[in-house]
């Protein structure tokens, strides 16, 4: 019998993984809160280039725990700040050797996960390029290819890490496994670190950064993170932290950031995980970082007033 490949976080990540494996034949299972039940017919839009656009897709939906399924392969797509109660949910109906892909940013809640695992369940971390949003509920638009760079965080399964990324793979995304993958996911949060919330206090599209204007914050930005991985032993990515920023403003220029998306809408930003975890590793090594201190406090407030 197939495996079923399950999907927790119904946000535009975990629908383009979910209807990405659909198409490939894969069985899905999305699991949902209780008030959204029944299958889906799920669209996806592929990205430019490829050759049939728009195509709508079956997966399963469930929305409660249950003696009958044993979750052996699941994708966690939640927020940051959701992954620990979202699995909680789910914790009764995991397999003994579960493998969890945690596609979360920043750092903190892949920890915060591994403490509700055994050691023969197998915790493995992505940091994801991709760029997706959702239309409307139940429809996703896969608007840019990226990669997804996963590796083992805990746990017993020595190459699940290879078994994740040729699934995806063969559904057509890009999947990499870079191990070690904690200075991977260290190169994302600083990169968020910086756009989320210049763009988010400022209300500004990410290519706005590139101006001259905020320069002198992106800088000070960058060289406090910078601090930050010279005592924990990180290297700066490929050509550098402000090169690799750069990179990022421009190439997502037209993108309104996750974290202004999610303070217009009044929502809980990923604050915590990203600015948060790197205060909280400067904390413990006695390093003061002014400019992410107060960037930290102005979404903080942000959050208050939405
Ligand atoms: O969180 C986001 O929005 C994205 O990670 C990034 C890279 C800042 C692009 O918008």
Redesign the pocket.
């Known amino acids: 019998m197939q495996q079923v490949t399950y999907v927790l976080g119904a946000g535009s990540l975990g629908l383009l993984y979910a209807a990405r494996l659909a198409l490939t034949g894969k069985t899905v299972c999305l699991l949902v809160k209780p008030s959204q039940t029944s299958a889906l017919n799920l669209g996806i839009t592929l990205s430019e280039g490829e050759a049939a656009l728009a195509k709508r897709v079956f997966v399963r939906v469930r929305s409660e725990p249950s003696s009958e399924i044993k979750i052996q392969q699941l994708i966690l797509a939640t927020k940051a700040g959701q992954a620990v109660q979202s699995l909680k949910n789910w914790q009764s109906s995991l397999a003994d050797d579960a493998e969890i892909l945690m596609l979360q940013?920043g750092m903190g809640s892949q920890a915060e996960v591994a403490k509700l695992l055994t050691a023969q369940q197998t915790l493995l971390a992505a940091s994801v390029?991709e760029g997706a949003y959702l239309a409307k509920p139940g429809s996703v638009i896969h608007a840019s290819k990226g990669k997804t760079q996963l590796g083992r965080w805990s746990g017993a399964g020595k190459d699940a890490a290879a078994r994740w990324a040729s699934r995806l793979t063969i559904a057509g995304l890009t999947a990499e496994v870079t191990e070690p993958i904690r200075p991977v996911l260290w190169h994302?949060l600083a990169?968020?670190s910086v756009?989320?919330p210049l763009t988010a206090i400022n209300n500004i599209d990410?290519g706005a950064l590139a101006s001259r204007d905020y320069k002198p914050q992106v800088d000070a930005l960058c060289a406090e993170v910078l601090q930050v991985f010279k005592r924990l032993g990180i290297e700066e990515p490929e050509g550098g932290l402000k090169y690799r920023v750069e990179q990022?403003i421009l190439s997502?220029a037209a993108?309104?950031?996750?974290?202004l998306q999610d303070i217009s809408s009044g929502k809980k930003t990923e604050i915590d995980y990203i600015t948060g975890a790197l205060l909280k590793a400067a904390k413990a090594l006695k390093l003061d970082l002014k400019a992410h201190q107060s960037v930290y406090l102005a979404i903080k407030e942000a959050e208050q007033r939405e």
Not at 255 to 259: A, F, I, T
Request: no cysteine; glycine share 0%.
């Open positions: 940013n390029t994302k990169v968020n756009i989320n990410n990022v997502t993108n309104r950031s996750s974290m």
